[in-house]
Every structure is written in C-alpha cells, then in structure tokens.
C-alpha cells in the first residue's frame, strides 16, 4: 500500500512493492513450497538428533515467514476492512496456518518420543544454543497433544471453525462506524478504530462522547459476537480433554510458563489489597487535571519495583524449575511491597509528598 495514495494509512512498501505484485507473489510461492516440503520430511528426522536439529532451524525459519506474510496481511486488512480481496487472502492464509500447524504437531510428536540419550545429543547441537527453553517446552507440549491424525484433523476444522469464527469477528469490528457529536456540536462518522484515541484525549468532554457513542454499534451487534466468542471458547472446551486438560486455565497457565499456584498467589494479593487501587481512581478523579501525573507516577513506581526484584537474572529453566511453594514467598514479597509503596503515597490525604526509590526506601520530596 501506498502511503501517497491515502493520507490515512501507513506504507507497507518495506514489505512487499503491493498486494499481489510479483515480490509478494514469489514469497507466497516459496512459501507453500516450503511448507509442503518440510511436512513430508519431518517423519524422516525422527530418531535423528541431528536431522531434528535441521528441522527445528527449518521451522524457525518458516514461522518467521509465515508471521511476516500475516503480519501484512493483518495490517492491509487494519487499513480498510472493506477489501474483500484481502479478506479472501487472510482466509487462504488460515488455510496455510493450518498446514503449518500440522508441522509444529509432527515435530512436538518427535520430540516427546525421544529417548533421554537421543535427546539429551538434541540439546548439545550448537546450532540449537539459546534455543534450549523453546526446545523443552516444544518437548512437553508434545507429550500433552492428540494423535498427529486427530490434531491435523483438528488443525483443518479450525479453519471454517474456530479461525473462522475470529476472521467474523474482525471484519464485524473493523467495519464498525458510529456518528459521534464533538464538544463543539459538530457530527462525524466515526471508525471504531479511532475511538481508543479519542477515549484518550485530555479533554473529559471526548472521551466521555467517544465513550457512550462507541457503544451503540456494540450492543447491536451483541448477539452475533456473543456466538462468535462463544464459538471460539467453545471449540477449546471441546479439544481440551482430548489433550488431557482437566481445565480451561490448564493451556493459558502453560502458554504463560505461570504455575496455578503463581497465578492464585497474584489473585490473592490483588484481593487483597483492592481498596489501594480504588483509593488513588478517587483521588485522580478529584485531581483532574493532575490525573495524568498520579498515572506516570504509578508506572514509574512499578517499573522500579521490576528493576529491584530480582537483580539476577534467572534462566526460563530456572524459573519453570522454581518449586511452588516459592509462590507463597513471592506473594508475601508482594503484600509487603504493596504496603509500603501505600505508606509513601496517601492519597486519600492528598496528593504525595514523597516517593520511594527501588528499595522502598523514603527519598525525600519528589522535584
């Protein structure tokens, strides 16, 4: 897309010279090519440490391709929803994912059937340095998935099922405009995309127009997105305790590398300590002006918090072998941290006189 042509939209030509131009064609070719190729040779690299470590190096390869080719087509389809050409594009480019999903079960497959010798030969591969965690966790995934036929199965649904559904909602979304009346009594039709912006405006009147006029295009759309989401959840429910999930945290929590016991710790904690949060939105609605600055000065305190905990850094094996019972500590840390940071910033009593520096540690008045 040309940035000349259209004021509004971003250039893509440091991608591809335009939609279906012969550089963006080649890529495509290549593409599928590739993708057919390292499918049927997968099986083939079974049992072989060196030949999975190709494999591996191929399928980064592919995925970087493949996310740069949808990355442009999500940014085409961003620009204008109405491109019915893009939108049969994105819909091939499903069912090209779903090829490429085929893939990742096949390798996951090989890699939980390795025995420790073979494995352990894997991991050694200097071609595989700093890609160790990715690895192990490609390892696990596999031994937690279907059959490779259930899941190619799954994987080819996918696109006119849950894919298909998503696809749904983003053309409902994008194609979302709502007339909205200015602060100065002015009507314009405006794109559900800009809405965020104008939600973010220093003047309270926009974002307060922008508020309740975004809605109405929502709401009546309710019942179509209702069966869309619940579409998509529903297809997860479903493939879940074929792949040994006893519950709907189980895929989230792993794709996180967060433990239940983390994420109940983190719960608990915010709980906890709710009033905090609450206590400084009522003081930056009585502020106003000054909201802005209670906002920078929140992130600014949990940024330097992040920088103090823990000043060594840590492998991602480290922290998947972390033992649970670390969470409680952790949440403890929390709790404390959070009380302290209260301590130094009362907003109940006004704005803050001082702030606290990565050690929680009184400073003196802010400048």
Known sequence: MNASSTLDCWSLDSWFSGFNQPDYAVFKEDLIKDVTSLRTRVPAARNDAAALAGVLLE?????????????????????????????????????????????????????????????????EDARLRQAEHAVRRMREAGRKQMTTEMEALAADLNVTGLHAWGRLYDTLSGRMTFPMTFPDGHTESVPMARRRALMSEPDRRLREAAFHAGQKPWQDQA??????????????????????RSHFLDEP???????????????EAIHTHIELPRRALRHA??????????????????????????????????????????????????????????AVHPWAAGPPARWADGNHELVGPRA
């Open 285 to 342: 609605e009585v502020v106003g002006p000054r909201q802005r600055d209670v906002e920078e000065n929140l992130r600014s305190r949990l940024g330097s918090h992040r920088e103090h905990v823990g000043a060594r850094k840590r492998t991602w094996q480290e922290r998947d072998e972390e033992p649970h019972e670390r969470a409680a500590d952790r949440a403890a840390e929390h709790r404390r941290s959070v009380a302290r940071w209260g």
């Open 59 to 123: 399928w980064e390869s592919l995925q970087d391709r493949l996310g740069h080719l949808g990355a442009y087509l999500g940014c085409l389809s961003a620009a204008d929803a109405t491109d019915e050409a893009v939108q049969v594009e994105e819909a091939w480019f499903s069912t090209l994912n779903a090829e490429s999903s085929k893939i990742r079960t096949l390798v996951q497959a090989a890699l939980a059937q390795l025995d420790e010798a073979t494995w352990a030969q894997l991991l």
């Open 223 to 244: 019942v179509t997105l209702a069966a869309s989401l619940n579409g998509i959840a529903g297809t997860r429910l479903g493939l879940d305790p074929r792949r040994g």
């Open 253 to 267: 929590l792993f794709d996180g590398a967060l433990t239940r016991a983390s994420l109940e710790a983190m719960m």
